[in-house]
């Protein structure tokens, strides 16, 4: 069975810091990879995903992640984050084999001090 | 297009009640997902279904059952609701056709089992 690991759990951050948050997935087929974000009370939004192609994905609002095969890692950045970055962060990893399931981690709430 | 709507928004169960969680898309996409959320476990697959009249077990099934009748509306029924089955629960769909991975999710129900 897949897994996925997101190592942090809480991450306290101020503006304009840099942000990384760790992904690690665990499945020996082809995967599609994806970073959802939910904001407060709201439902999850997709910030970026992987099929193919190019490692280095960019997504919305200056996010972007990079696929290294390798260490099955799909690692989450953001050179500057602002307040409204705050948000629960999810990493999840689709297997196509059976209906398109999902496999979510654990999440990683980032608080952007002002 | 509204995208995946779900009914409803918040209730409150005594434990021991069944009710039934209404997700309906009309993005006229093949697979639909039933998801909890609980803090720290991050989204966890309940029942999927990919194609009308179809239903799958997910990762935590038990106490739940679902329905697909037509395409655009997954059901899910609790029959005997019980204090852990207090959560969030989010709705999802696929689209399902070639190179179609990524999952649009409802706005979620927040149930509170008393």
């Known amino acids: 069975a897949q897994s996925v690991s997101q190592h942090n759990h809480h991450v306290i951050l101020s503006e304009a810091a840099s942000l990384e948050l760790g992904c690690n997935y665990s499945?020996?087929?082809?995967?599609?990879l994806f970073w959802y974000v939910q904001y407060p009370g709201q439902h999850l939004q997709l910030l970026l995903k992987y099929f193919s192609g190019d490692p280095l994905v960019k997504g919305i609002k200056g996010f972007e992640a990079e696929f290294i095969k390798s260490k099955f890692s799909f690692n989450l950045r953001k050179p500057s984050v602002q307040w409204s970055d705050t948000a629960e962060y999810f990493c999840?990893?689709?297997?196509?084999?059976?209906?398109?399931?999902?496999?979510f981690g654990g999440g990683t709430r980032v608080l952007v001090k002002p | 297009n509204a995208g995946v709507t779900q009914t409803p928004k918040f209730r409150v169960l005594k434990t021991g009640q069944s009710m039934t969680l209404l997700c309906a898309q009309d993005?006229?996409?093949?697979?639909m997902y039933w998801y909890r959320q609980d803090p720290g476990m991050g989204l966890r697959l309940i029942h999927y279904s990919v194609g009308e009249g179809t239903t799958a077990k997910g990762e935590v099934p038990d106490g739940y059952n679902v329905s697909r009748l037509k395409k655009q509306n997954f059901l899910l029924g609790l029959e005997s609701a019980a204090p852990s089955q207090t959560s969030v629960y989010f709705c999802a769909s696929v689209s399902g056709g070639a190179g179609e991975y990524e999952q649009y999710f409802g706005p979620g129900t927040r149930l509170t089992v008393t």
């Open positions: 499945y020996g087929g082809t995967v599609n």
């Open positions: 993005m006229n996409h093949e697979y």
């Open positions: 999840a990893v689709n297997n196509k084999a059976a209906g398109n399931k999902l496999t």
